[in-house]
T-cell receptor
Framework: GAGVSQSPRYKVAKRGQDVALRCDPISGHVSLFWYQQALGQGPEFLTYFQNEAQLDKSGLPSDRFFAERPEGSVSTLKIQRTQQEDSAVYLC??????????????FGPGTRLTVT | AQKVTQAQTEISVVEKEDVTLDCVYETRDTTYYLFWYKQPPSGELVFLIRRNSFDEQNEISGRYSWNFQKSTSSFNFTITASQVVDSAVYFCALSEAGANNLFFGTGTRLTVIP
């Protein structure tokens, strides 16, 4: 398909485990965003890439969260030593142009992370 | 600071009724963008509309219409003749000029009863 894909769709981790969440943006899209959506809440911004450069990581909640996009396409969000409060849906979005959030963002289906 | 308030947590309507979803925003910027997204049970956010702060014209797209009023800092969304397929969570969002991210409200869950 031509949309944003994310894997896995569901992940259960025991407290203290490390997890890696993958995002495949739409081919050719310059910008890539990660959001965290807690149950019953709206998505909250985590980080933003323009090609391979991580230009904004102001939303990452702690140094246990790390994201990368080494070749400017696929991105991985890694969470180390998971805690129960990390349980949420992690959404990835991409947009064609660089920078501005007012460009239309195309969202993936999300990865639902449950930390037990 | 930016803020988006969707005071209606859940709304239920009977099919074919009209329904309006409210969105009130706060921003100090004079240039900003407002959005509505739909999140069906599958979880994927679907873009519905984007308006910039300089364009207060109301917009209609099929059964959907949007009313942007800067005087009240509101960007309300109306669905006319609702259908069961409209059942979803709807999010209003804001981005300020130069910002890298969207700032979302908490969403309104719409249930259309057949």
């Amino acid at each position: 398909g031509a949309g944003v894909s994310q894997s896995p769709r569901y992940k259960v981790a025991k407290r203290g485990q490390d997890v890696a969440l993958r995002c495949d943006p739409i081919s050719g899209h310059v910008s890539l965003f990660w959001y965290q959506q807690a149950l019953g809440q709206g998505p909250e911004f985590l980080t933003y890439f323009q090609n391979e450069a991580q230009l904004d990581k102001s939303g990452l909640p702690s140094d246990r969260f790390f994201a990368e996009r080494p070749e400017g396409s696929v991105s991985t969000l890694k969470i180390q030593r998971t805690q129960q409060e990390d349980s949420a849906v992690y959404l990835c979005a991409s947009s064609l142009y660089s920078g501005q959030a007012h460009d239309e963002q195309y969202f993936g289906p999300g990865t639902r992370l449950t930390v037990t | 600071a930016q803020k988006v308030t969707q005071a209606q947590t859940e709304i239920s309507v009977v099919e074919k009724e009209d329904v309006t979803l409210d969105c009130v925003y706060e921003t100090r910027d004079t240039t900003y963008y407002l959005f509505w997204y739909k999140q069906p049970p599958s979880g994927e956010l679907v873009f519905l509309i984007r308006r910039n702060s300089f364009d207060e014209q109301n917009e209609i797209s099929g059964r959907y219409s949007w009313n942007f009023q800067k005087s009240t800092s509101s960007f309300n969304f109306t669905i006319t003749a609702s259908q069961v397929v409209d059942s979803a969570v709807y999010f209003c969002a804001l981005s300020e000029a130069g910002a890298n991210n969207l700032f979302f409200g908490t969403g309104t869950r719409l249930t259309v009863i057949p």
